[in-house]
């Protein structure tokens, strides 16, 4: 019987991690299946650009996966039970129960709302494409002089408030953070990043709680109100309850604990990988939720998986952080240069230049998803353990 290897998730690090492992394993003796609720792979750190009526080119998994040998089973994950290897689906046609010997989970995050009251009654997101698209049709309705407020100043928040007002120069848009301004940034991003804002006239209320949301604003923990007709929660992301309602180790986020080979601390048959994955990075430091640490961590785990399945040494991705790219709308942009345990350096790029550079970096992540077989050398190597073995191995 082959060794059934079951990635839950296809965006970027699910469908990462199936490509390597479709290159490296050999498929007589593999059958890697990629469970995904969409047909189609979402670019999430372009949903900012959805949301403000920006089309996306569209890449359908059937066509990413064509010809790779990893099967596509369109239908969304409902649960998964660790001690009997079992995965529960749902699809059009109804639920299904598939069997895995290595399971790797990759099921992403969604927005946080960490319990704010009204947030999940008024407020709006961009954490993932249907809310984006949701989004979108209220932006669209706005008239002239329509008031938005980005709660959250955060990497997401600063490229959403940016991104609306270039888009809508008609809107007036606030942003309410609760630090100062871009303040982990190097000095002189935070200077650009103030120019910014103030260009694209985006009022900034700094060292600021929101409280709770309503229908026409948000108030702050001091009770002050800050009106507004849409308000743009983008506070962090919370991963899918799926992982903590099982026996798996997971950390107070829901994120499943994984050692340095991104393997379970508790169930060795399971993998986690991206924003689902709790692993620590340079400095003892857990890696944050990005595409940045969640693309070599899809690395490590489909190159461990390989080498314990063939027997062979487990080869080491570096999990280090380089450079934090923020787009400024779509002319402008601050990428800023960071130590490897993700803190800014005195060196930055800025204006028309990390704009460039931004994209450039997305289109990239973007092609590695999209060309799974490219890239890396193919070596499909036959399987040197057997399926019981590969699921104790400790090394
Ligand atoms: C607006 C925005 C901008 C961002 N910008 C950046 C950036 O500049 N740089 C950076 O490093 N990071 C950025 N991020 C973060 C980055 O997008 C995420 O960290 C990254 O997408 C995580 O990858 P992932 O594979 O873990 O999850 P995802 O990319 O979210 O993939 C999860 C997949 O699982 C599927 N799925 C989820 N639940 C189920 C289910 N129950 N059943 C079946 N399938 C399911 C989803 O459809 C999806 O395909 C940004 C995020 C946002 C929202």
């Not at 980005?150 to 848009?173: H, K, N, S, W």
Request: charged share 25%; proline share 4%; with cysteine.
């Amino acid at each position: 019987m082959k060794h059934r290897i079951v990635v839950l998730g296809a965006g970027y690090t699910g469908a990462i991690a199936a490509g390597r492992l479709a290159r490296r394993l050999h498929p007589g003796d593999t059958e890697i299946t990629v469970v995904n609720a969409d047909s189609d792979f979402v670019e999430r750190v372009r949903m900012h650009q959805l949301a403000t009526g920006q089309d996306l080119k569209r890449r359908r998994l059937s066509d990413i996966f064509a010809g790779t040998g990893v099967r596509l089973r369109l239908a969304r994950v409902t649960a998964v039970d660790v001690d009997r290897r079992t995965v529960s689906l749902v699809d059009a046609d109804g639920a299904e129960e598939i069997g895995y010997d290595t399971l790797v989970y990759a099921l992403g995050s969604a927005a946080a709302d960490h319990g704010v009251p009204g947030v999940a009654e008024h407020a709006y997101d961009i954490a993932g494409k249907q809310s984006a698209l949701r989004l979108r049709e209220r932006l669209k309705g706005l008239a002239v002089g329509g008031t938005v407020l980005v709660v959250g100043g955060g990497l997401t928040g600063l490229e959403a408030a940016t991104e609306i007002a270039e888009a809508r120069p008609d809107l007036d848009v606030a942003i309410a953070a609760r630090g100062g301004l871009g303040d982990w940034l190097d000095g002189k991003a935070q200077r650009h990043l103030r120019g910014v804002f103030d260009r694209l006239g985006i009022t900034v209320h700094e060292h600021t709680d929101v409280a709770r949301v309503e229908a026409t604003g948000a108030v702050t923990a001091d009770g002050r109100v800050i009106p507004a007709q849409v308000t743009v929660w983008t506070t962090g992301f919370a991963v899918h309850p799926i992982a903590a309602a099982t026996t798996l180790s997971v950390a107070g986020t829901g994120q499943i604990v994984v050692d340095d080979t991104m393997r379970s601390v508790s169930h060795p048959d399971v993998y986690a990988v991206g924003d689902a994955g709790l692993a620590e990075g340079p400095g003892g430091k857990p890696l944050r939720m990005s595409c940045a640490s969640g693309t070599p961590m899809a690395w490590q785990a489909a190159d461990a998986i390989a080498a314990r399945l063939t027997g062979r040494k487990i080869p080491r991705a570096p999990l280090r952080y380089f450079n934090q790219c923020i787009s400024l709308g779509r002319r402008d942009g601050i990428i800023q240069f960071v130590t490897a345990d993700d803190r800014a350096k005195p060196s930055l790029l800025k204006g028309k230049l990390a704009a460039r550079y931004k994209e450039v970096v997305c289109k990239g992540a973007a092609w590695g998803v999209a060309h799974p077989m490219l890239m890396l050398p193919t070596r499909r190597r036959r399987l040197a353990v057997t399926r019981t073995e590969s699921s104790t191995a400790t090394v």
